[in-house]
Each structure stands twice: as structure tokens, then as C-alpha cells.
């Protein structure tokens, strides 16, 4: 099995920061990339930025220069710095992670995601 828990959303006012983590754990061999998407009331999932094993990032145009991802690969830990945050960012944030892991004598690719996190930026 592997898990993915979240932790560090909250309210916070516009222009505040928040720092999101997220921990991988169970049966994992390798870790391809992770990354956070969220979902507002009413609208789709959407990407928010991803980081390979490599350390390449990605980012959505309306979080550029004011999030940044990184990760820490011996912990199996991605982190999502939001800075000068805006209620347009209010959003249930989801971690995300391509992985491969063993599965009795073998061994499977899969993405799984986390349970989520409640991210309210008040006006």
C-alpha cells in the first residue's frame, strides 16, 4: 500500500503564506515525480506544480513566482511555499505522486493522491 498525508492548510488572509507538506509512505521502490493540483467548489482539478526526482519543477501561469515546490527525496517529501496569497487560491490542495512500488514479488508503476487539505484565503 502507499499513503500520501498531507498537512499545513488553514485560513490565512490575502497576501499571507502557507507552507504545505506531504509524505509518501509504504511498499515504494522509486519515486518519478510529485506534485499539487486543488479543486475549487464547482470547478475542475487543475495543476498547481510538479517536481521530477531530478528536481525539475512545473508550474501553473497563475501560481508562478509566487509558490514554489521542492522536494526532499531520503524523506519522500514534497513541500508548496504559497506566498502572497490571494482568495482566488482558495482550494482544496491535493498531492499527487507517480511511483513505482513492489507488489509481492513484482513490481507496479502507479499515481496516487492524497486526501487533501483545505487551503482559505479570506479577503
Known amino acids: 500500500q502507499v499513503q500520501l498525508v498531507e498537512s499545513g492548510g488553514g485560513l490565512v488572509q490575502a497576501g499571507g503564506s502557507l507552507r504545505l507538506s506531504c509524505a509518501a509512505s509504504g511498499s515504494i521502490i522509486t519515486i518519478n515525480a510529485m506534485g499539487w493540483y486543488r479543486q475549487a467548489p464547482g470547478k475542475q482539478r487543475e495543476l498547481v506544480a510538479t517536481i521530477t526526482s531530478g528536481g525539475n519543477t512545473n508550474y501553473a501561469d497563475s501560481v508562478n513566482g509566487r509558490f514554489t515546490i521542492s522536494s526532499d527525496n531520503a524523506k519522500r517529501t514534497v513541500y508548496l511555499q504559497m506566498n502572497r496569497l490571494k482568495p482566488e487560491d482558495t482550494a482544496v490542495y491535493y498531492c499527487?505522486?507517480?511511483?513505482?512500488?513492489?507488489?509481492?514479488?513484482?513490481?507496479?508503476?502507479?499515481?496516487?493522491w492524497g486526501q487533501g487539505t483545505q487551503v482559505t484565503v479570506s479577503s
Open positions: 499527487n505522486a507517480d511511483l513505482r512500488r513492489a507488489v509481492g514479488w513484482g513490481i507496479e508503476s502507479g499515481t496516487y
